[in-house]
T-cell receptor
Framework: GAVVSQHPSWVICKSGTSVKIECRSL??????MFWYRQFPKQSLMLMAT?????????EQGVEKDKFLINHASLTLSTLTVTSAHPEDSSFYIC?????????????FGPGTRLTVL | GQNIDQPTEMTATEGAIVQINCTYQ??????LFWYQQHAGEAPTFLSY??LDGLEEKGRFSSFLSRSKGYSYLLLKELQMKDSASYLC??????????WGAGTKLIIKP
């Protein structure tokens, strides 16, 4: 089946620093990748939709200058949390859609747990 | 607006059967997904329904009624490892997933 990896799995950083999270589709080409955030005991919240070679589409309330998304190739998208603060601590999950799949299923990465001190 | 409702929490006994309901109101419909998510992990795909009726896959089955905006996930022969959150999601007219808040399923021995 389709596999999506994320790196790093977890990261602890100081307030004010920037953190980059990578999302890779390992065995398929992902024309679209999604970035989600999930706070404890809450459901997934879509942050942005990323299409290869174009600018990401951000959901209402998500600051595009703070959460930089780059989808430079069909297998890699990156999310950079700039000037991270403790309230940015969360579980960040990416998913990728296989454009050639039967029903546009989204395949999820294992997630990245970010803790900002 | 777009809305997906599912119960917050359910409890069931090992070996029993449990049905998790999901109702939805979305702009467009391109299928309904069920995902399982264990604590601290990413969701994993369970099922997809786009036509009315029941889809069976081992111990798990999923049902859809588009006219009623209703789906359920049926879990049989419950095992302790089935303790997780179950997320209902609907693909809207833009093929984006609209997520429910999830149902936390607690399995007791």
């Amino acid at each position: 089946g389709a596999v999506v990896s994320q790196h790093p799995s977890w990261v602890i950083c100081k307030s004010g620093t920037s953190v980059k999270i990578e999302c890779r589709s390992l065995d398929f080409q992902a024309t679209t990748m999604f970035w989600y955030r999930q706070f404890p005991k809450q459901s997934l919240m879509l942050m942005a939709t990323s299409n290869e070679g174009s600018k990401a589409t951000y959901e209402q309330g998500v600051e595009k200058d703070k959460f930089l998304i780059n989808h430079a190739s069909l297998t890699l998208s990156t999310l950079t949390v700039t000037s991270a603060h403790p309230e940015d601590s969360s579980f960040y999950i990416c998913s990728a859609r296989d454009g050639g799949g039967d029903y546009n299923e989204q395949f999820f990465g294992p997630g990245t747990r970010l803790t900002v001190l | 607006g777009q809305n997906i409702d599912q119960p917050t929490e359910m409890t069931a006994t090992e070996g029993a059967i449990v049905q998790i309901n999901c109702t939805y109101q979305t702009s467009g419909f391109n299928g309904l997904f069920w995902y399982q998510q264990h604590a601290g992990e990413a969701p994993t795909f369970l099922s997809y329904n786009v036509l009315d009726g029941l889809e069976e896959k081992g111990r798990f089955s999923s049902f859809l009624s588009r006219s009623k905006g209703y789906s359920y996930l049926l879990l049989k022969e419950l095992q302790m490892k089935d303790s997780a959150s179950y997320l209902c999601a609907v693909g809207d007219s833009n093929y984006q997933l609209i997520w429910g808040a999830g149902t936390k399923l607690i399995i007791k021995p």
